[in-house]
């Protein structure tokens, strides 16, 4: 049999090829996240000319990096008001936030539902991994209760946010969450957040088996991956309140789906001069 | 979608706010993002009715961390970008105002001063942001600023600010004050045609030329030029230390070079920027150096002191930074002191103080009420008589 | 010549929009310099409230009134408060209705500013009555130039009133003098 030598692989495209390899440690979840994305691009239909992505700081941040489509790796916890402005500016653009739970939710969780409820027209993709990962595993505003990290070294006092339900709260009109294992239905979903019009939140849970598996005792990648294969159950119409997590608990399943797509007006800030011109 | 003019061509009775708004206006400013604080908001509310009726962005933040991060976003969408605070929401716009540096992303913000620290005086005057202005971000950078004595000013300073920023691809500020912004003074607009304008620098690359490094300064300037958003460059624009390319670069030798660049883009240039005026300084043996609204009352001062026969002249900042210290260098062989009157405790008399041999004597008061010309007067009277 | 005048009165008898008036029509209309400024802040709380204009022929560099040489009180709390910064022989215009003088108080001129704006139908304009008064006992602010400064300044459908309201406090001036 003739050998097959692959020189490239269509979703090169979309990378910064020159900029491999990445920065992510073995067993990381951004990795299958990020190809989600690209792919996601590729089957847009929008040229990558036309999609930016903007992050703020953490491992997830590092991403816009690595994508071929203007990138901004902002300040940590100002991704959003700083895509607000791109989407706004440039309303012709698919603007995607790709960062991290503790950027989007801790340092600038006031920008995220101020976005969301201005319905502005970006996409957030959230990697949740419970954690600060970048800095060596601190304790995060997904955390979850009880669960051990280098500033909660007893336990963590605090409970978490639950991402769906706060995102779904506060206004966005698309809301899913997946897990780094389910690369095709997290492609669908960013799919379907490109599609629409305003502000669509992912969130995607990502094995970090080195800032919250190793002290968690959800031993390494494979194992924590395997959790997600084994306790994920897909409910689309869940009640979301019920979307609380704790992979520690051995009790209750990871809820997963796409929980909201409905239509809003996206955030324009000439609408009502628009209006008034109408009448 | 235009049924208001943006340059308000003719002369008109504004407030100093209003008028930096209308300067915002008449530099082609596409967006404003901020948040409402006293003593600037009617800078806000001007361009919240003003913007959108000439097919401009006004929005209004959630808060001043979001608005500075918002006019990077849009200055490197290729907006003309602006905002207006005061002291407490200047501080919060620190974190991203470091952005703008490291982006080299122009943009302008004015800073109605306040009386400070904290939340302060909210309703009276200081002058006590002009060293924030100066360093309030962390890290070594460059910064253009300027400081308006009248409504007219507040209009022109914005103008140049806009211009300056984009120049030099800094942020820009106009450290105006409560007084100022809240005083309204006959303010002349120019036709449109007569708006100084500085276009930002752009690639002479198309996009994937493979040669283009957008983060590279080939000329003199130390500038390089400018990409947007959605125009096909694909760049990435990083908050990290960068290399030419634009990409991550988080070692020693790449940070020297970019800081270095950043700060000797406006350190070799800074004659192309700085700007005074110079009050019978001519034969001056006495040297008032003042700005904002502070240099009124100096302005007085020394017309009182001329009429008593003293020879003192005064030296009155528009851009405050980069500070003019070659001309304190040059003032130092002709007076034989500098009086500074400022609504802070000495600020700027401190960077007099840097390139001067002579005695520097600070008139000050902590803020709340316009300084008064007697103190200056009296100081200048003292100086005299001890010279 | 620098003239430096502080109107005064009450919360909503539109102060600001008096001295707006005054230094507009001199520094757009009548060729002079002007600087309207007003107090904000604690000092602005409370029931007074006024706008201190300066009209120079030359450009003004101190735009603060200490001691006003013209004063005009429209309400007995803000005549009270400022009446003592006033300069001696300073000019004193008053609202006659709403502000009674010191027993030793010197020359001054009055007005019923209130109850002339009633007669035109809207006791709001009174501030634009004793802008008029204003422009008639001191001329520093030439008819002409007052009546500029309403037409670009108000809304076009409350311009008639106030000029009606300006030129009947300037008339009132003209008449005081002639009897």
Not at chain 2, 60 to 88: H, Y
Not at chain 2, 313 to 329: A, Q, S
Not at chain 3, 141 to 150: L, N
Request: one cysteine or more; a negative charge.
């Amino acid at each position: 049999m003739p050998e097959i030598v692959v020189e490239s692989h269509p979703i090169d495209t979309v990378f910064r090829t020159e900029r491999l390899p990445h920065i992510f440690c073995p067993g990381c979840g951004i990795g299958p996240a990020v190809h989600a994305y690209a792919q996601a691009i590729l089957e847009s239909g929008i040229p990558k000319e036309r999609h930016a992505c903007v992050s703020g700081i953490g491992c997830s941040a590092r991403v816009p990096g690595y994508m071929d489509v203007d990138s901004y790796h902002t300040t940590h916890g100002r991704p959003i008001p700083f895509a607000t402005a791109i989407a706004v500016v440039k309303p012709e653009m698919e603007v995607t936030v790709f960062s991290g739970d503790g950027d989007l939710f801790g340092i600038g969780g006031n920008h995220f539902i101020h976005a969301a409820r201005r319905n502005v027209d970006i996409n957030i993709i959230c990697i949740n991994n419970f954690n600060y990962g970048m800095t060596g595993g601190q304790v995060g505003p997904t955390t979850p209760l009880g669960a051990k990290a280098s500033t909660a070294p007893y336990g963590n006092t605090e409970p978490a946010f639950n991402l769906p339900y706060l995102a779904a709260a506060t206004g966005a009109v698309f809301v899913a969450r997946w897990t780094a294992l389910h690369v095709r239905q997290l492609k669908e979903a960013i799919l379907r957040a490109m599609q629409k019009k305003g502000f669509t939140f992912i969130e995607v849970l990502a094995p970090c088996p080195v800032g919250f598996g190793s002290p968690n005792d959800l031993g390494d990648a494979i194992e924590e991956v395997w959790l997600y294969r084994e306790r994920c159950v897909v409910d689309h119409s869940v009640y979301l309140p019920d979307l609380e997590l704790d992979l520690r608990r051995k009790d209750k399943p990871f809820v997963m789906g796409n929980f909201v797509d409905i239509e809003k007006e996206p955030f324009d800030p000439l609408a009502m001069m628009k209006k008034k011109e109408g009448e | 979608m235009s049924p208001e003019e943006r340059v308000l061509t003719g002369s008109h009775f504004l407030l100093g706010d209003h008028a930096c708004a209308e300067g915002g206006l008449a530099a082609g400013c596409d967006f404003f993002a901020g948040y409402p604080i006293t003593p600037s908001t009617e800078v806000a509310e001007r361009l919240a009715r003003r913007l959108p009726a000439v097919g401009s962005i006004f929005i209004q933040m959630e808060d001043e961390l979001a608005s500075m991060a918002a006019l990077v976003g849009a200055s490197l969408s290729g907006a003309r970008a602006m905002s207006a605070t005061s002291g407490p929401g200047f501080s919060l716009m620190m974190e991203n105002i470091g952005m703008a540096v490291m982006m080299e992303a122009p943009c302008v913000v004015v800073n109605i001063q306040r009386g400070a620290p904290s939340t302060g005086l909210p309703t009276l005057v200081g002058q006590s942001d002009m060293m924030q202005a100066r360093w309030g971000s962390h890290g070594d950078y460059e910064i253009a600023a300027y400081s308006p004595s009248s409504p007219q000013e507040c209009f022109d300073h914005v103008i140049k600010a806009f211009n300056t920023a984009d120049r030099w691809r800094i942020p820009v500020f106009v450290m105006a004050d409560e007084l100022i912004g809240h005083m309204s003074e006959r303010v002349v607009i120019p036709p449109a045609d007569q708006i100084p304008r500085v276009e930002r620098k752009r690639p002479r690359h198309k996009p994937d030329d493979p040669d283009f490094l957008h983060c590279l300064a080939e000329d003199e300037d130390l500038v390089p030029p400018i990409v947007h958003a959605g125009e096909g460059y694909r760049a990435n624009f990083d908050s990290l230390t960068h290399d030419e390319k634009g990409y991550p670069a988080t070692f020693p030798e790449p940070h020297d070079r970019l800081v270095r660049r950043l700060v000797d883009k406006i350190r070799l240039h800074t004659d192309q920027i700085i700007e005074y005026e110079e009050i019978f300084m001519d034969d001056a043996e006495l040297a008032v150096i003042a700005y904002g609204s502070t240099a009124r009352s100096a302005r007085r001062a020394i017309n009182e002191a001329r009429r008593e026969g003293v020879r003192v002249g005064l030296l009155r900042l528009i851009t405050v930074w980069p500070f003019p210290e070659n001309k304190v260098k040059e003032l130092s062989n002709q007076v034989k002191a500098f009086v500074v009157p400022e609504l802070n405790l000495g600020q700027m008399s401190r960077e007099v103080e840097r390139f001067t041999s002579l005695p520097v004597i600070g008139v000050n008061h902590a803020g709340g009420v316009m300084m008064a010309p007697d103190p200056i007067l009296d100081a200048i009277r003292e100086v005299k008589k001890n010279a | 010549m620098r003239h430096d005048i502080r109107v005064a009165g009450f919360g909503g008898q539109g102060m600001l929009l008096a001295g707006l008036l005054i230094g507009k029509a001199a520094a757009l209309y009548d060729g002079k310099e002007a600087v309207l400024t007003q107090s904000y802040g604690p000092e602005a709380r409370g029931g007074a409230s006024n706008a201190d204009v300066i009209i120079d022929d030359d450009p003004i560099d101190y735009p603060l009134i200490t001691n006003p040489d013209h004063f005009v009180p429209m309400f007995q709390e803000a005549y009270e408060r400022y009446r003592p910064s006033l300069v001696k022989d300073g000019i004193l215009l008053i609202e006659s209705d709403l502000v009674r003088p010191f027993a030793d108080e010197g020359p001054y001129r009055g007005i019923p500013a209130t109850r002339i704006a009633e007669e035109l139908g809207r006791r709001i304009v009174a501030n634009v009555v004793m802008v008029g008064f204003f422009s008639g006992a001191t001329g520093l602010i030439s008819p002409q130039a007052g009546e500029q400064a309403i037409r670009n300044t108000l809304r076009p459908r409350l311009v008639d009133l106030n000029l009606k309201a300006f030129n009947a406090g300037y008339d009132y001036a003209k008449k005081q003098e002639a009897s």
